[in-house]
């Protein structure tokens, strides 16, 4: 799995239109073997965009009716910021409940876990996998690529603005070889403590030295700093 990610940062850093990135999302869906892969921006202007896999007769009707009033996935997220699965929002609003009948009724899968993005001036994102099955598998499917999908996330988050020509990620000054270590062995799936250990430093000072990183590097959290630096080619894994 981890040679076919980076593989696809690979593309994804190749991509030159937002046909582009749709034709990644088809191969990210295939990637994560699951049925439906969603990424949709807002920026603070309304203006949005969406690269996705559902029925597009299902996405004509969702716009037509304005379902994003309603919506239990886009409610919930906006007023987080970690990742949700979708049996912890609130369903229990009769207009919620008829929407997920109908979503259901066109082909939306009745797991889903998304990531809230947030962006520079104002955008907001969101990137969700679905797919159909029990709670139990669906639980230990998100606990395993828990941390690939946020880091998946932004990459797609990244790469969208810039080719709507609206990122405006400050630019990147240079890491000391400290930082590309605590980094990268993050970026290897290492905790915090184990990273630390590898480097013979405590946690105390590791933390140092990854808040500067992500200052450096203009992140908005610890993924968002290891997404950047791999896009960058900053980091070798």
Request: aromatic letters at 10%.
């Amino acid at each position: 799995m981890r040679e076919k990610l980076e593989a696809f940062i690979e593309r994804m850093g190749q991509a030159r239109t937002l046909d582009d990135l749709q034709t990644e999302i088809l191969g990210l869906r295939d990637l994560y073997d699951v049925e439906h892969l969603v990424y949709h921006s807002v920026n603070s202007t309304g203006d949005q965009y969406a690269v996705l896999t559902y029925d597009a007769d299902w996405v004509a009707h969702y716009i037509e009716q304005d379902y994003a009033r309603i919506d239990p996935v886009v409610l919930g997220c906006f007023q987080r910021f970690n990742p949700v699965d979708w049996k912890r929002l609130d369903w229990t609003p009769k207009a919620a409940k008829s929407f997920l009948h109908e979503a259901l009724d066109n082909g939306v899968g009745n797991q889903g876990f998304s990531v809230p993005i947030r962006g520079p001036q104002g955008q907001f994102a969101l990137f969700t996998v679905n797919n159909t099955g029990y709670d139990d598998r669906w639980a230990r499917y998100t606990q395993e690529y828990l941390r690939e999908l946020i880091l998946v996330a932004h990459f797609v988050n990244q790469k969208a603005l810039e080719l709507e020509g609206k990122s405006v990620l400050p630019p990147i000054r240079p890491m000391s070889p400290r930082e590309t270590d605590v980094l990268t062995l993050l970026a290897m799936g290492y905790s915090r403590a184990q990273a630390a250990d590898s480097l013979s430093i405590s946690e105390h000072t590791l933390r140092t030295y990854l808040e500067s990183a992500r200052n450096k590097l203009g992140a908005i959290n610890t993924t968002h700093a290891v997404a950047r630096a791999l896009s960058q080619g900053l980091l070798v894994i």
